[in-house]
């Protein structure tokens, strides 16, 4: 195996104004930190990132994690069988872009094996995690696998992103939250997209799309063959928000519509279809 770190206390990648830093495990080298935090990208200082890639390679975080704190286009990728854990502390849970204007922070989850677990339950998993934090965004491709327990927000602010894209890519949200899996929270133009055979499995028995007041234009689209958006609950659209949309197309499914929650008329399209039938 690769080298082997452990101890380390908190961790801070790219701290102020100096911008372009990066951390890189790869070939089996394994980093365990349990600090309070780690941060990618703090106040003024944009365009960090964190890399882990190959077999054996893995991140351990105690503490809660930030992916852009009050700065932008910071980014963590897991690629080649990488993991990292985030087993965090009940403050501050995981969250890409925080705080004021932190736009453009992204994770990319990619290739089979590859693997990000978000376990703390209390907490909760964002990604814009503010209401100028727009532009950041969750890519689970190839074949990659997040897991993450508690409540999870698609945007705090506007124009975040969660993409499941290719066979074999999953992202779960699990039990241990109130609200579980939300696409839209108060803000405009949030995106959840599963495509070409990729996976959402909620299992926390709630998933939203634009429920509380002030949640305008959000989206959930499932498409292309083989893309399943799986939810044990229910599912609400819309529910004090407006124009917020679910659509199922092309080849897409979502095993269980009996559930469904709608207060906006026609923003359920299933396979061209509004649902339920007028």
């Not at 965090?88 to 969250?95: F, H, S, T």
């Not at 959402?200 to 305008?216: A, E, K, Y």
Request: net charge neutral; charged share 5%.
């Amino acid at each position: 195996g690769g080298a082997v770190v452990t101890g380390v206390g908190n961790l801070v990648v790219g701290n102020g104004a100096g911008p372009g830093n990066s951390l890189v495990i790869t070939n089996g080298g394994v980093l365990s930190n349990d600090g309070v935090y780690a941060f990618i990208g703090t106040a003024g200082g944009g365009t960090n990132s964190v890399l882990v890639t190959g077999s054996g390679s893995v991140w351990s975080n105690g503490g809660y994690v930030l992916i852009g704190s009050q700065s932008s286009f910071n980014r963590l990728t897991i690629a080649q069988g990488g993991k990292v854990f985030f087993p965090n502390y009940p403050a501050g849970g995981v969250q890409i872009g925080y705080n004021t204007w932190a736009c453009s922070n992204s994770v990319l989850v990619t290739d089979p094996g590859s693997f990000l677990q978000i376990s703390n339950s209390t907490a909760g998993f964002y990604i814009g995690g503010a209401i100028t934090a727009g532009g950041n965004s969750l890519v689970v491709s190839n074949g990659g696998a997040v897991a993450q327990f508690g409540d999870a927000y698609v945007g705090y602010g506007s124009n975040n992103l969660l993409l499941v894209t290719g066979a074999g890519s999953v992202f779960s949200n699990s039990v241990g939250g109130s609200y579980g899996l939300q696409v839209g929270w108060g803000s405009t133009g949030n995106r959840m997209v599963v495509a070409d055979g990729g996976r959402v499995v909620c299992l926390s028995g709630v998933s939203d799309v634009g429920r509380p007041t002030g949640s305008i234009s959000n989206t959930i689209l499932v498409t292309g063959s083989g893309s399943v958006f799986l939810n044990a609950g229910y599912q609400g659209v819309g529910i004090l928000g407006s124009y917020n949309n679910l659509t199922i197309a092309d080849g897409g499914s979502s095993p269980d519509h009996s559930a469904l929650r709608s207060a906006n008329a026609f923003c359920v399209l299933i396979e061209g279809t509004v649902w339920p039938p007028m």
